[in-house]
């Protein structure tokens, strides 16, 4: 929690310490007045960041509500507790980590233990896990990796987006959160919500194949530290049982935060929950949140009774109190933790019943409620929201099944059968029943029929939302009623689809399957209300002793796409290996070379899951026989595709007959000769033929492209031209002579060469410059254009030019010293130390001459104050503080003339900052602090790269800061400072920037 009062955090840290516990009780309750009269006149902080919304499987997204006949957990527990515990301490004392699981490889780790319900003798084997989802949330850290070290020193980098979940087997995975899964705050301050951030993955896989017991989450992106650090995880189960009662559970997550006094109210709306439409409602709600402070009071957590009442009745439960509900408890109805602490320093798990006796906070029929939150001067984060509501409502069923199904599974391109049978399985009717199935990108609805075995009303031809980011198949059931008889079937929908050839969509990285999964929705016959939605039954299970049970989830499409792949992707899946046909032999591929092959955002790594150890490949990939990648996509960051790279590349060197320069010929003789590649080879002359043997043939003159390709498959394209020999010329043109006085030699020489047809050529010059030197310079392989030189001297030269087939012609010319002549002046300044523009009266500025120029004979100084110099860099001072105009004229001996003007201000206020400092004790350079003169206020910051402040003073006479921090020497490296000023006439200034300790 951050407190704005950090003396009482210092009392309440001395007082646990060293008072006994009833004196410390009466003199915390003092402080709590204390601290709500200080804190009410302050601004609330509150805000929903992140809203709420329904969490679902990603195997599942549609099915946002779990109607089952189940229940849920809730688990987790703290990664970091005090160094010296105290049931009543806050943490703004030391926090240290955690670490449970006797793994010397982890620097902190927590368990709790997952059991599930025994609720009407339910047999553990017979339940089935539907959805777990880990959570986790912390505050210190304010970059996602950053580096700790162990008791034993040794360093160990730690991610905020990464935590390593361990099963009650030993077991162990990394997950890693997605950016958008929660929150991630870059700083500690206010408007970074006090750095408490929140991360969240799925982990449904991992849970449903470790099942009960005790879960441990290692090496969360938490540190150690005062100043409200904390951190830890929560863990939530959904799951299924056929002895159970049914429920409605619905998950939440977000990000709600609040700070400070609460002036307002704050609200989380949560819906898709539906209560029964008679009798008793019972809800069970789970929450979790992080940085509730045990010795914090004031912070509550409240239900609104009914439906926009605006009236709200405080929570609580058995481990906290109305008042004080967000207090570091964990209470999730007796699931063991290692450790299990009464504070929890800053984390609140907690799993408890709605006190709902005469339906008087939630009415029959209600879907949605809000939770309001505040605080007198608590600082925490909701991040998780839980709710299970006993139901008694009608319930839709729709069997998914395939109707046919070709033998050995689906080849791309073909179509395949399915079936969705209706009923309803309850004893109130249902009106105006939808249903809707999802299609991914690969699969295309090509035709849908409709059957009704009963009377049927209300219902329409089923359609299909094509648009890119719904494609959804629908279709209007219409008013199903009460069943004659148990099982019987309403109608059933028949429709068929085919499978794509794209190799994007069959290359996925977790195989070629496509997923299916669709939902029944409608209405409450009798009372007209909503209905919760029904995902689509798939089967039944009857596994071990329990009875007959429906299995509801996606219905996947197995694609046989194997040899397809390999044939039209070049991806052979038996083996695992990517073929690359190259350009030229290499020993590497480029990454954007197989990106069309993987889905859009793949990466490629050498190993998986992904560690510290592991190498990211984002450029390039190493062809070697055997080695192993790995390609991670977006949408399946826990299930990679394993592939293998091979090369395959063709060269090709071309033979043209040779001719003479002077010849009228046109056709020529073209061989090709394929030097590397695998035989046999075949040639296109893209004549209309195709690929055949012949490796020679005659070409006109013109550009022609030949298509090389060898028995792999491999192709090569080769260009190349067919030119007239020696049908070329070139022109040689002298510019920028026509200025006689330019500022900078503007001699330029260009060389025009042009050609009917693309050839290339080589330049030479050679010659003898004006003192006798000898100059020679040549370029090859040049197209037709125009080049130029700008660093010839005067001399005389001569130019060949030579084009590919040997033909070369030649211009001779001059360049004369009159040609060459330039003249610029210029200068700068150079004065003290406030050298920003401003300069004090009486002292020497020596001007430094920049000019440059051909045959310089003469430099005039005019200083703007009746003095004048005709020195070369002459030195001047100024007694009178105003604005000057300075003048340097310079003459060459060919009469140009150049002038430069500068303004110059003398007297004024300045200030600048040093580079840096050596705080050394040798009386040099000892202090950092600003240069200045006519300065009237100041007010002066240090602070690290974290923007924690380390010194500051408004004194103009101040010494500076002396480089360290609660009297400890700082450390060398950089730092940033900050300075606001006034000067004149209450004019205001500031700057900013950073500056080096050395030591």
């Known amino acids: 929690m951050f407190k704005s009062l950090p003396q009482t955090s210092k009392v309440i840290k001395v007082i646990n310490e060293g008072f006994p516990k009833v004196l410390q009780q009466i003199i915390l309750l003092f402080l709590s007045f204390f601290c709500l009269f200080i804190l009410l006149v302050s601004i609330a902080n509150a805000q929903v960041r992140v809203p709420f919304q329904n969490r679902a499987s990603e195997a599942n997204p549609s099915r946002t509500t779990f109607e089952v006949k189940g229940d849920f957990a809730l688990i987790g527990n703290t990664n970091l507790s005090l160094e010296n515990y105290d049931d009543n ?110 991360g969240y993955v799925e982990v449904t ?75 008793p409602v019972k809800m069970k709600l789970g929450v979790a949140a ?55 320093t800053g984390m609140d798990i907690s799993v408890f019943d709605i006190p709902n006796g005469g339906n008087l906070i939630l009415e029959n029929g209600q879907t949605s409620t809000r939770f309001r939150y505040g605080t007198d001067g608590d600082a925490y984060v909701i991040y998780s929201l839980v709710t299970a509501v006993e139901t008694s409502e009608p319930v839709l069923e729709g069997y998914h099944y395939f109707s046919s199904l070709p033998n050995g599974g689906v080849l791309p391109g073909e179509e395949l059968e399915l079936t969705v049978e209706v009923s309803n399985k309850s ?3 249902v ?29 329409s031809l089923p359609g299909f939302d094509s648009r890119p980011d719904v494609r959804q198949f629908y279709w209007m059931v219409g008013d199903v009623p009460v069943p004659n008889t148990q099982g019987e079937v309403f109608a059933k929908i028949t429709y068929k689809v085919k499978v794509t050839g794209e190799c994007v969509l069959l290359m996925n990285s977790c195989g070629v399957n496509f997923v299916l999964d669709g939902e ?45 792949v390999r044939t039209n992707c070049g991806f052979d899946d038996s083996t695992s290996t990517l073929f690359i046909c190259q350009a030229e032999d290499k020993e590497y591929v480029q990454t954007f070379y197989i990106q069309n092959t993987f889905p859009t955002g793949t990466r490629f790594f050498d190993s998986f899951p992904v560690e510290e150890s592991t190498v990211e490949y984002q450029d390039s990939l190493q062809i070697l026989s055997g080695k192993i990648y790995f390609a991670v996509s ?40 394929v030097i590397e590649g695998t035989a046999p080879f075949t040639f296109d002359y893209l004549d209309g033929a195709g690929f055949v043997s012949d490796s020679s043939r005659m070409f006109s003159l013109g550009n022609h492209s030949v298509l090389v390709k060898d028995i792999s498959e491999c192709y090569r394209v080769v260009e190349f031209d067919v030119l007239p020999l020696g049908d070329f010329n070139f022109s040689v043109e002298k510019s920028g002579v026509e200025d006689s006085c330019p500022e900078s030699p503007n001699f330029a020489l260009s060389v025009l060469i042009e050609s009917e047809l693309e050839d290339l050529f080589q330049l030479s010059i050679e010659g003898t410059t004006i003192d006798g030197q000898d100059y020679f310079y040549t370029m090859t392989e040049l197209s037709v254009g125009e080049f130029y030189w700008e660093e010839l001297v005067a001399g005389d030269y001569t130019i060949w030019v030579t084009n590919s087939a040997g033909c070369e012609k030649e211009q001779v010319f001059t360049i004369s010293e009159d040609e060459l002549s330039y003249l610029k002046a210029e200068f700068q300044l150079k004065s003290g130390p406030l050298d920003e523009g401003y300069f004090i009266p009486g002292s020497p500025i020596e ?43 310079v003459e060459n001996a060919a009469g140009c003339i150049s002038e430069y003007l500068l303004p110059l201000e003398v007297g004024g206020p300045a200030l600048r900052l040093p580079d840096g400092f050596t705080p050394n004790g040798d009386g040099q350079n000892d202090y950092y602090y600003p240069i200045f003169r006519q300065i009237e206020s100041i007010r002066f910051w240090v602070m690290d790269r974290w923007g924690a402040i380390l010194f500051y003073t408004d004194s103009l006479d101040s010494e500076g800061w002396d480089g360290k921090w609660k009297d400890e020497p700082m450390p060398q490296g950089t730092y940033v400072y900050r300075v606001d000023y006034t000067f004149g006439q209450n004019k205001q200034s500031s700057k900013s920037g950073s500056f080096l300790l050395l030591k």
């Open 89 to 198: 301490l806050m943490n703004d004392n030391q926090l240290l980590y955690v670490d449970v699981d006797n793994d010397p490889n982890t620097i902190n780790s927590s368990s709790a233990t997952l059991v599930f319900s025994a609720e009407n003798g339910s047999d553990a084997s017979c339940t089935k896990v539907l959805f777990a989802g880990l959570y986790w949330s912390g505050r210190g850290p304010i970059a996602d990796d950053f580096y700790v070290s162990d008791s034993n020193g040794n360093s160990k980098k730690l991610s905020r987006k990464q935590a390593k979940l361990i099963g009650p087997n030993g077991n162990q995975q990394l997950f890693t959160a997605k950016d958008e899964d929660i929150r991630y705050t870059y700083g500690l301050d206010l408007p970074n919500d006090l750095g408490l951030f929140v």
């Open 205 to 279: 896989d991992f849970v449903q194949t470790n099942g009960q017991g005790a879960y441990t989450v290692a090496d969360l992106g938490v540190s150690e530290g005062t100043d409200y650090h904390y951190g830890g995880w929560s863990m939530v189960v959904v799951y299924e049982n056929p002895s159970m009662n049914s429920r409605s559970i619905t998950v939440f997550d977000g990000y709600a935060f609040v700070r400070g006094s609460v002036m307002a109210d704050y609200t989380i709306p949560v819906s898709g929950f539906a209560t029964v439409d008679s009798g």
């Open 290 to 344: 992080g940085e509730g402070d045990v010795a914090a009071v004031g912070d509550y957590l409240e239900i609104e009774k009914g439906i926009n009442s605006g009236n709200f009745v405080r929570l609580s439960h058995a481990g906290n109190n109305e008042s004080n509900f967000f207090n570091s408890s964990i209470s999730t109805g007796g699931n063991p933790r290692n450790p299990e602490l009464k504070n929890n």
């Open 427 to 429: 004893a109130i009717p």
């Open 431 to 459: 009106k105006d029943a939808l249903l809707t199935i999802n299609f991914p990108p690969g699969l295309e609805l090509i035709s849908a029929e409709a059957e009704f075995y009963s009377t049927a009303s209300g219902n």
């Open 520 to 564: 029944l929705n409608g209405f409450n016959g009798i009372s007209g209300s909503p209905i919760s939605s029904s995902p689509l039954k798939i089967g039944e299970s009857q596994e071990n002793a329990c009875f007959a049970t429906p299995v509801f989830g996606p219905l996947e499409v197995s694609i046989n796409a194997q040899e397809y």
């Open 634 to 673: 977006p949408d399946s960051p826990n299930c990679p595709r394993e592939f293998s790279l091979e090369s395959g590349y063709i060269e090709v060197e071309i033979e043209m007959e040779e001719g003479e320069c002077s010849s009228e010929s046109s056709d020529r003789l073209v061989t090709f000769h």
């Open 847 to 889: 001007f430094v001459n920049l000019s440059q120029g051909t045959e310089i004979i003469s430099y005039m100084w005019d200083f703007g104050d009746g003095n004048m110099s005709f020195d070369f860099s002459p030195v001047h001072s100024y007694y009178e503080s105003r604005s000057y105009e300075v003048n340097l004229q």
